[in-house]
């Protein structure tokens, strides 16, 4: 193995502006590399040190999606049910038409909305996180916006198009977190607590910020363009509608360690480090597979993901000649619009975590480079 290029590449992302990184790579999982360079607040001149807690975003779909295919392996739904069988609010639901002159026609949904459409963000819900149902539902609950509370007032949004027809991402997981609470009968935060955080040993990771998590978050920056410089940025992410509300899709805050030891989990098959079975490896193999038509990939897979299909909360590569990715075909994982980057490529035995906590986080310069440097450094 030969990491040269991957720390001369890490040292470059800091140059060129990214505030701090860390970057843990696993084989089988033992560690082979760790690296965390820059600052975990540069105003205040703190140093990253690796054990730096953030919010991961969107990588938080791989945890509530292993969640609800805990829930799918006890025979607690199936993947065609109709999402309203479990959540009312979504029985009566409409599509917007837009028309070619501008103009919006707003009928009834012809399809239901499945729970498989869920999981592969072919539902039709968007990512609209102001919507005046939303804000209202935020008010009436006095900021505290409970997570079914919320569900409802996003189900109570035109869809984009027939579900199933397409692809769009969205709110989706976060519907998803909603059907963990129903069929669980818990809080989802308390859900994920019990059945993956706790098997897996992570024990720096959760969805709202403790004092015990917030006492070593990292600065959260934005990128500017035009000045190519990262400004400080309020650490309350708009993602999380209020204090009781468990964003499936974004909320959650973790360690480049704790997360490591989520997708190494995966990587092994389904068990944690400590020896405990979370998820059965049938299950990840259908997570990892492609769900989507040809009509959705095209709806999906622009540069940075041509090759790649999409599987129940994961991207998945199935062809490495479009991105021009060095790895195999199998890697699947997801990011997060701070930067994260989650990687698992069950062939090699091979995980990839690396963390930023910057918005705007250049994921077209930084990943696809990321990834290939790693696997050439591997020499496999």
């Known amino acids: 193995m030969n990491f040269k290029p991957l720390d001369a590449f890490l040292a470059h992302v800091i140059d060129a502006g990214i505030p701090g990184l860390d970057l843990q790579i696993c084989l089988k999982g033992e560690p082979i590399y760790r690296k965390a360079l820059g600052w975990r607040d540069r105003e205040l001149k703190l140093p990253m040190t690796g054990e730096e807690t953030g919010w991961v975003f969107s990588v ?20 065609t049910d109709p ?28 399809r239901e909305i499945t729970v ?3 999981f592969t963000m072919t539902s039709g819900l968007d990512y609209d996180l102001h919507t005046p149902e939303i804000e209202q539902a935020i008010r009436a609950t006095d900021g505290r916006a ?34 963990v609470e129903v069929l669980s009968g818990e809080r989802f935060a308390d859900y994920v607590q019990k059945n993956i955080f706790d098997p897996c040993g992570m024990t720096h990771s959760g969805y709202h910020p403790t004092d ?25 992410i708009d993602f999380v509608f209020g204090t009781e509300y468990d964003s499936g899709g974004a909320g959650m805050i973790s360690t480049v360690d704790d997360y490591t030891r989520f997708i190494n989990m995966l990587c092994a098959g389904g068990v944690a480090s400590g020896g405990a079975r979370v998820l059965s490896k049938a299950a990840i193999d259908l997570m990892s597979a492609n769900h989507l038509t040809p ?21 998945t590569l199935m062809d490495p000649a479009p991105c021009g990715a060095l790895g195999p075909v199998g890697e699947y994982g997801w990011s997060g619009a701070a930067g994260a980057h989650a990687v698992i490529q069950p062939a090699l035995g091979l995980t990839l ?28």
């Open 116 to 118: 498989h459409q869920l």
């Open 146 to 179: 409970p997570t079914l509370t919320m569900v409802e007032a996003i189900a109570k949004r035109p869809l984009l198009f027939e579900p199933g027809s397409h692809y769009c991402y969205g709110l989706s997981h976060d519907i998803l977190a909603a059907l």
């Open 60 to 79: 938080s779909k791989l945890v509530t999606c292993v969640a609800a295919l805990q829930l799918y392996e006890k025979g607690l739904f199936q993947m």
């Open 212 to 236: 015990v998590l917030r006492a070593n978050m990292a600065r959260l920056y934005t990128f500017d363009e035009a000045r190519r410089h990262a400004d400080p940025t309020d650490n309350n």
């Open 83 to 110: 999402i309203q069988a479990y959540l009312p609010c979504f029985e009566h639901m409409s599509v917007a038409h837009r028309q070619v002159n501008g103009w919006v026609d707003v009928r009834p949904a012809q």
């Open 353 to 380: 975590y690396y963390s930023q906590h910057m918005l705007n986080d250049q994921e077209l310069w930084v990943h696809p480079r990321l990834r290939n440097i790693v696997y050439a450094s591997l020499e496999y």
């Open 295 to 315: 009509v959705q990939i095209e709806d999906y897979a622009g540069d940075i993901y041509a090759g790649y299909g999409y599987g129940l909360g994961v991207r």
